[in-house]
């Protein structure tokens, strides 16, 4: 039996549309055109076609106005507009199905629902099997033994498949009577009157015992009180609205369901259609699934055992199997020029003395992709790679911070699509593998080659954005400086560590124990469920929110009943202190090698604003305005004599007022002065010494909130004053520096026209949140471009700080080590011997690092443990 399978176009697009927009995901290509809906309804299509179906066509309706509009003028009236966002992918659909090779019909003055039941009742009587999908109920009037209905659930991702059997089950009637029981109840989706009064339960009376709206019209005196009376005013009416919810089965159009046989897709103008509106997962499943593809991909390898003399500029790419670095495994190594191209094995390239030699030549350029990750996982297995000038990722990083860090995702910014994704080798998950060999050279081999050939591409796009400085002499050398740092690590003291696991697992126990006798019996702290029972319900406390699983237990709520009982304390020390032993103390004694030391990732590539994170573990994080989470900084002591560490002092606001001109802030950061007295003493209009602390804290808070463009809001809830006294102080603010007033409006006009800010050594970051019509995302692209530059201008500063440090460290030829970047701090192990020139030489790098109108300020410290360290 041959299968058709219809597709209602505008209930799923519109599904798809809601589904992800009502989550904030509004899905954009890279120039901003919204994509959401179409995208989803590439996935539901998708997940369709693995089902093999003969034949395949998808219904749209033609225009607004129908036949039905002509019976009942105000037919579907009640509707809101389309949104932009969602107008604009109408006509993206249908691209997507022409480049699909998927048919599509629509026909003036009849909804896609009439198409669908005019060819789904003719392929029936022709003996096909119809599988019709939708989201619209109405559709189930056209179920039979040949025609079934799969109704939408959770968005799109799920159907329901609706049978004759189904329907009886569902509402005790069959299939033809969906028209009936909507001329009696109604549908106010689309404005469709019924019956006043009747909902569903009186319809599926009334069409159990009457069949039909017209059998009930000619029976309208059997009907008792004032629902009959209801019934026989409005029976006209209820002819109606069936009349109207009837599908058409007779459109006038031409029917050959051959045309409909579903032939597969062009792999070339569909992979065009995914690349030009940045469905880049769409684009990474059908390269996976296209064997014709893969065979197009076919490069010539040569493996090889014995690596000859190379002595050409080379790209090198080291095939680091596992995310973390320092531990994965190298599945082999390629090089690539104009002219050779080879795959050596790990085992082979460390025995290779020609292989050394070129990775380890100064005079032989090489080129990379994350080089930093490839001279530290070659350090690993004792290879010292020498003389990378060109990183892929930094590159196109600093072109566009929001490409996703893959190799292939890359080399799609610059249209070039013959290379690999990692799954597609390797796989994914349980199934992750090293493949054969060849496989594994191959997948190698093409990302030397993307890289060598895209090299001048992208320094071309630098030098056109007038990038190619904060490439060259801020991120490559950072890179360099940051292998360094990883591969020496952190020592750790792990006896430390397993004073705190004692210490802290004692308070835990002593903290649950008393939670349990405030609380009456034993509960499961960690489970916010049982946690909401015991709080609201056994203890009666007041405010609370109950959501699907349970009470809330947040720590905002959680804090507002501080003063009410004591359980609520112990409570939330008891999560600090969970929090912190099994995240750091437990977790950072699985991270240390056996060195002794940890040894971080820092990611370079990832965040917006250029700013540094890190990961396994994530040093940044450990927490240090508790005194419990501080005291995990006291196992992290120095391999050498002392730990140095230097910090930035207010840089963001020193940024801000260099940026804005404010020269009231720019003589008091100059003079020394404590910049949130001073702030206060405009603000509040007293003499400096006379601002009092609280007066001190609420300038504190309104200077770091003017960065991250607070709201009056957010300031009252962070200071606690009323919103209205917020409001004043933000006032008074711009009245006394309105400059940054100034500064902060231009930010926004200049990303508004531009989509882009920039920071002080030309970094941009992005911003299409400015220029989209919902409020609250418009509101947010504006705090993006006010806080970017100002935070984006600070992650450079560091950058460049810890360059000239470097430089001024090898200078003085000095064994002490820069191990640790910590936000605006930088941390070194450092020998006793050269303490006081180490101190002198740091001072004077992050001091210098660029020359600003505001003097930079670095405070040092030393110490023999991280905790110590002022």
């Known amino acids: 039996m041959k299968e058709l399978v219809m597709i209602d176009g505008n209930s799923l697009l519109y599904r798809a549309y809601y589904a992800t927009a009502a989550m904030g995901n509004l899905m954009v290509n890279k120039d901003g055109v919204p994509t959401n809906a179409v995208y989803g309804f590439a996935n539901m299509l998708e997940s369709i076609l693995k089902g093999n179906p003969e034949y395949l066509v998808v219904a749209f309706d033609y225009g607004k106005k129908t036949f039905r509009n002509d019976l009942f003028e105000v037919y579907k009236g009640t509707r809101s507009a389309t949104p932009d966002e969602l107008a604009c992918q109408f006509s993206m659909i249908r691209e997507y199905l022409t480049a699909h090779g998927i048919r599509y019909q629509e026909i003036e ?9 005019t060819v789904a009742v003719k392929a029936s009587k022709q003996r096909f099997k119809v599988s019709i999908v939708t989201s619209d109920k109405d559709m189930l009037q056209l179920v039979d033994d040949n025609i079934s209905v799969y109704l939408t659930k959770k968005g799109v991702g799920e159907l329901e498949k609706i049978t004759p059997a189904k329907f009886k089950e569902i509402y005790g009637l069959i299939p033809d009577q969906m028209r009936d029981l909507k001329g009696l109840m109604g549908d106010k989706s689309d404005n469709i009157p019924g019956i006043p009064g009747v909902g569903e339960k009186t319809a599926l009376k009334l069409l159990k015992e009457y069949h ?5 019209s000619e029976h309208l005196d059997d009907l008792k009180g004032k629902m009959g009376e209801k019934i026989r005013d409005n029976i006209d009416q209820g002819l109606l609205s069936k009349r109207i ?15 409909y046989r579903y032939q597969g897709h062009d792999y070339n103008e ?3 259609f995914y690349r030009r509106y940045s469905m880049n997962s769409l684009l990474k499943r059908m390269s996976l699934n296209n064997e014709e593809v893969q065979a197009e991909k076919a490069v010539d390898v040569k493996i090889v055992t014995q690596l000859p003399i190379i002595k050409r500029d080379s790209s090198l790419v080291v095939g680091v199997y596992d995310t973390n670095y320092h531990r994965s495994m190298i599945v082999g190594f390629a090089v690539y020029n104009d002219s050779e191209a080879y795959f050596i094995g790990t085992e082979d390239a460390l025995n290779c003395t020609n292989f ?16 930093k990750k490839s001279i530290n996982a070659a350090k690993w297995h004792g290879l010292e790679i020498e003389n990378y000038v060109f990183d892929l990722q930094l590159a196109s990083y600093i072109l566009n911070p929001s490409l996703k860090d893959e190799i292939r995702s890359v080399c799609e910014y610059y249209e070039y699509y013959d290379v690999f994704y990692d799954e597609e080798v390797y796989g994914k998950g349980a199934k992750k593998k090293v493949p054969e060999t060849s496989r594994v050279a191959e997948h190698l081999i093409k990302q030397a080659k993307a890289i060598y050939i895209l090299k001048d591409q992208a320094i071309e796009k630098l030098n056109n954005e007038n990038q190619f400085e904060l490439y060259k002499d801020v991120e490559m050398p950072v890179a360099k400086i940051l292998a360094r740092m990883e ?6 003291d792990s006896v430390v560590l397993k004073q705190l696991e004692e210490q802290f697992g004692r308070e835990i126990n002593i903290l649950e124990k008393e939670i349990h006798t ?7 702290i960690a489970s916010p469920k049982q946690l909401g029972e015991v709080l609201f319900e056994d203890l009666g406390l007041p405010n609370g929110k109950k959501t699907k699983t349970g009470y809330s237990t947040s720590v905002d709520i959680l804090n507002k009943l501080k003063d009410i009982h004591p359980i609520i304390d112990k409570v939330l020390k008891y999560r600090t202190l969970s929090k912190l032993y099994s995240t750091y103390i437990i977790g950072l004694q699985d991270q240390v090698f056996i060195d002794g030391k940890i040894h971080t990732i820092y990611n370079q590539a990832l965040t917006q604003t250029g700013r540094l994170s890190s990961t396994d573990p994530n040093l940044q994080n450990i927490p240090v305005k508790t005194p419990e989470g501080k005291l995990i900084r006291k196992a992290f002591v120095p391999e050498y004599d002392y730990l140095v560490s230097f910090d930035y002092s207010q840089i963001e606001l020193r940024v801000l007022a260099h940026l804005a001109g404010v020269k009231s802030l720019i003589k008091a950061f100059n003079e020394d002065k404590d910049i ?14 006379q601002v009092d602390s609280t007066m001190r804290r609420n300038a504190k808070a309104v200077n770091f909130g003017i960065i991250y463009g607070m709201s009056d809001f957010g300031l009252a809830e962070q200071v606690g004053v009323s919103v209205g006294e917020a409001r004043e102080f933000i006032k008074r603010y711009f009245e006394n520096y309105p400059e940054i007033k100034l500064y902060m409006d231009s930010n926004i006009d200049f990303c508004k026209k531009n989509g882009y800010v920039t920071t002080m050594l030309n970094r941009k970051r992005f911003i299409r949140e400015i220029n989209e019509k919902n409020y609250m995302r418009q509101e947010f692209g504006k705090r993006l471009a006010m806080n970017s530059p100002i935070q984006g201008s600070a992650a450079d500063i560091i950058k460049v700080a810890m360059i000239k440090v470097d430089e001024l460290l090898k200078k003085h030829q000095l064994k002490s080590k820069m191990i640790l970047q910590v936000h605006d701090e930088l941390i070194f192990d450092v020998y006793q011997e050269e303490l006081q020139e180490v101190m002198e030489i740091v001072a004077k790098g992050m001091t210098t690092a660029i020359k600003m109108d505001v003097e930079l300020k670095a405070e040092g410290s030393y110490a023999v443990n991280w905790y110590e360290l002022k």
């Open 270 to 272: 569909l992979a065009e």
């Open 212 to 216: 039909t709206v017209e059998n009930l």
């Open 676 to 689: 949130h007295r001073h702030t206060a003493s405009e603000i509040f209009r007293v003499p400096e010494e």
């Open 487 to 492: 591969f020496q690590g952190a020592k750790v």
């Open 109 to 117: 003055g009849y909804e896609g629902d009439d198409i669908i039941g």
């Open 518 to 524: 405030l609380a009456n019996r034993e509960f499961n």
């Open 356 to 371: 050394k030699n070129f990775i380890s030549d100064k005079k032989i350029e090489k080129y990379g992709y994350d080089i």
């Open 245 to 259: 919810a009837t599908i058409i089965k007779d459109v006038p159009m031409e029917i050959d369901l051959e045309e």
